[in-house]
């Protein structure tokens, strides 16, 4: 009975967030001329409003849906949502991010020629209100002496830290980024050591971790993002040589981390090991059950 109930939520939220991303398409073509966001800006973000939708929950029963112009609500008991665009905003929405009903987090960012633009809104009202919080990014991005790519990815906290870290325009071969810390709501901002510019979570302050180029290694910090150690991991007999895939560790209720570890052959997924640690990550064992190959988690 459980699992239906589990699995009739699941499908409720899922045909809720895709009739949500319908709406916010219709709506934000129709509200076109009273967007806070500039003539040129818009031109630039019609199309990529189509294809650039995000979401996430921030409970069962409620979630969001960003747009590169847009910021959107939902309560999917009802089905009612409203826009909580800020008012302010004057950039494309990079990353936007609720991590209470109350407490969100929204970037704007556009990147010219020269010069990476940037904005950080903050609420704690659930998006009635936002607070604009200066041109700290903004200041720190302007030192970069590196292009950077429109890719961001996040780490945002509801106790007002937060990582923020921005792909450099390189080749598609390399992997690398400019990572920056704030401690108070994104108005002063840190620039900090990446190991890659793939995901990354940190447990807290000091201890994070990333997945290195490609996702064949993680990579873990213990002093802020001010340097990063390969974490070692030790495949049973004969798969010391495979190509390994890993991804980023997730705290079980008891406060271990598990990790999944994929290995390939050709190019196909032919096995999934879970890993534990008890000690922060600092070390790693194989757990005895070998998961179904089929997809990764």
Sequence with gaps: MKANTQLWWGLR????????????IVISAQSADTSPVTTSDRQTAEVADLAEV???????????????THLFSAGFEGGDWKEITPSAL????????????EKGWVIGLKREPTLTSAEVFTTSDGGSSWTNQGNGLQAELTKSETPLASE????????????????????SNFSMGSLFYTADWGRNWELRSA???ERFVFANPLVGYQLSAHGSELMMTRDGAKTWQSVPIKLSAGLQDADIRVDLPQQ???????MPVYVYQDEVLTQTYLFESRDEGLSWEQNKTSLEPKQEL
């Design 152 to 171: 961001v990815k996040s780490d945002l906290r509801s106790d007002g830290s937060g990582w923020v870290l921005f792909k450099h325009a390189t080749s």
């Design 252 to 258: 079980t209720k008891k406060g271990w981390l598990v």
């Design 13 to 24: 939220i899922m045909i809720a967030l895709v009739w949500l991303m319908v709406s916010v």
């Design 54 to 68: 995000k979401f996430d929950l921030i409970d069962p029963t409620q979630g969001w849906v960003a747009t590169r």
């Design 90 to 101: 004057a950039l494309p929405i990079a990353e936007a991010k609720f991590v209470s009903p």
């Design 195 to 197: 190991a890659s510019s």
